[in-house]
């Protein structure tokens, strides 16, 4: 990156896919303009902004099951007038489905 960003090298980095271009035809095809809006704000963030996209495009399902599981928590949390005890229910939903899922797929590795 260092390399690129002082003009050593010829071709063009993509921060969007991560990818160096050298090839001629790919280097016509890429946005100029966008390339430099990308460049003039913060590397960092813009790379901090792509991983977050990935991490939750991965796991969102998983994002999703504790979003729910801390909803339920607080509407009980709620519902029980304020009673901090009532909060380990979810917990011990949330302690099940996983210690369920290790114990599957343990069972599977076995056969």
Excluded: C, W
Excluded at 45 to 71: E, G, P, R
Excluded at 75 to 84: A, M, R
């Amino acid at each position: 990156l260092f390399l690129i960003s002082t003009d050593q090298l010829s071709g063009k980095y993509d921060p969007r896919y991560g990818i160096y271009y050298e090839n001629p035809e790919i280097l016509d095809e890429l946005d100029e303009s966008e390339l430099k809006v990308i460049k003039n704000t913060n590397f960092r963030v813009v790379m901090a902004l792509n991983h977050l996209k990935n991490f939750t495009s991965q796991y969102a399902s998983v994002i999703a099951f504790f979003a729910s599981v801390l909803t339920i928590s607080y509407y009980l949390f709620l519902l029980s007038g304020g009673n901090p005890a009532v909060v380990i229910i979810p917990i011990l939903i949330v302690v099940f489905v996983v210690g369920y899922f290790f114990l599957k797929k343990h069972k599977k590795e076995e056969i």
